[in-house]
C-alpha cells in the first residue's frame, strides 16, 4: 500500500482520459501536476463554466505596451495563479518574452515556466499567446 506523500503515489487518471485497456491509464502526482500547469496556463479566467476562476488571465494584457514591464506583469500573474491552483508546484524560472512583428501589428508572447515538485526538476511548460497591437 503507498503512503501518502510519496511522489509515486497514484492520485488520479490521466485528464484528457487516455485509455490502454478498458480503464483510463493511471498517472503519478508529478504527471498531475504537469497536466494542472498546462491546463491552468491555456485556460483564460472565465473559459471553463464549470470553474470560472479557474486560469490565468491573460487577456487584460493585450492593450499594454511591449517590453520587460509588461514581460514582468505577466510573470506575477502565472506565479499568482499557480499558487493559487497548483500550490504543489514551486516555480524555479518564469521566462517571458515578447516579439513584435511590425507587418501585421500582432505581437506574440512565449512563456517558458520552470518547475519543481518532490525533486523532480526541469520540467518545462510553454504556452504561446498572440495579441492584436494596432492595424495598418
Not at 1 to 8: A, K, Y
Not at 58 to 65: A, D, I, R, S, W
Not at 92 to 95: C, F, L, N
Given at each position: 500500500?503507498?503512503?501518502?506523500?510519496?511522489?509515486?503515489v497514484i492520485r488520479s487518471v490521466s485528464w484528457p482520459w487516455?485509455?490502454?485497456g478498458s480503464f483510463p491509464d493511471i498517472v503519478r502526482d508529478a504527471d498531475v501536476v504537469a497536466s494542472n500547469l498546462n491546463r491552468l496556463y491555456s485556460t483564460e479566467i472565465g473559459e471553463d463554466k464549470t470553474e470560472p476562476?479557474?486560469?490565468v488571465?491573460?487577456?487584460?494584457?493585450?492593450?499594454?505596451?511591449t517590453?520587460?514591464?509588461?514581460?514582468q506583469m505577466m510573470a506575477a500573474e502565472i506565479v499568482k495563479r499557480t499558487l493559487q491552483w497548483e500550490p504543489r508546484a514551486q516555480i524555479?524560472?518564469?521566462?517571458v518574452k515578447t516579439t513584435d512583428e511590425e507587418t501585421n501589428g500582432v505581437t506574440i508572447v512565449d512563456?517558458?515556466?520552470e518547475w519543481e515538485f518532490a525533486g523532480i526538476k526541469g520540467q518545462t511548460i510553454q504556452a504561446q499567446?498572440?495579441?492584436?497591437?494596432?492595424?495598418?
Open positions: 500500500m503507498p503512503l501518502v506523500g510519496q511522489v509515486n487516455e485509455r490502454s476562476a479557474f486560469g488571465e491573460f487577456l487584460k494584457f493585450v492593450f499594454e505596451t517590453g520587460i514591464i509588461l514581460e524555479t524560472s518564469i521566462d512563456i517558458y515556466v499567446r498572440s495579441r492584436i497591437t494596432g492595424s495598418n
